[in-house]
C-alpha cells in the first residue's frame, strides 16, 4: 500500500485521503457527505479511505491520532488536515481552493 500511497498522492490532482475507522460513528457520518463531494467535483480531486486499523504504519507516519481524520495532498504536499467531520461545502471550499 505505501508505495502506491507515495505515486496516488504526488498527483497534480488534488488527492483528500480519509483516514478512518469500521468501528468510528463519526466516519460513517462524514462517508455519505465525501460520496457527495465526489460526485459535484468529479474528476477534479481525487478521494482515498485509508482505514487505520488495516494501514498502522500509514497513520503513524501522518500522525493520525483521532479517526476521522482528512488529509488533503497535492503533488505529494499536505495542502491541509483537519480531524472531525466537516460540512460538504467546507470540503468543498478547501479543495476548490487547491486545485
Known sequence: MKSNFNAIVASETPVLVDFHAEWCGPC?????????????????????????????????KFNVRGVPTMILFKNGEIKW???????KQDILKVIEANL
Do not use: F, Y
Request: net charge positive; proline share 5%; no cysteine.
Open 28 to 60: 460513517k457520518m462524514l462517508a455519505p457527505v465525501l460520496k457527495e463531494v465526489k460526485e459535484e467535483m468529479g474528476e477534479q480531486v481525487k478521494i482515498v479511505k485509508i482505514d487505520v486499523d488495516k494501514n498502522q504504519a500509514l497513520s503513524n
Open 81 to 87: 488536515r483537519q480531524s472531525g467531520v466537516l460540512p
